[in-house]
C-alpha cells in the first residue's frame, strides 16, 4: 500500500441494521479488527 494508511472495501450488498466485525489481513497476518453498527434509515416527519 505504499505507506497508506486507510484503506476502504466495498460490501456489494446492503447490510441490514445491527452490529458486524470485520477483519483485514496483510500477508496473512491479522492487521486489524473492527466493530461497527448499521443503523436504519430514520423516518423524517414534516
Do not use: E
Amino acid at each position: 500500500m505504499n505507506g497508506t494508511k486507510v484503506a476502504t472495501f466495498a460490501v456489494g450488498q446492503k447490510l441490514a441494521p445491527g452490529k458486524y466485525h470485520v477483519r483485514g489481513y496483510w500477508g496473512g497476518n491479522i492487521a486489524d479488527d473492527r466493530d461497527f453498527v448499521v443503523v436504519a434509515k430514520s423516518k423524517r416527519t414534516k
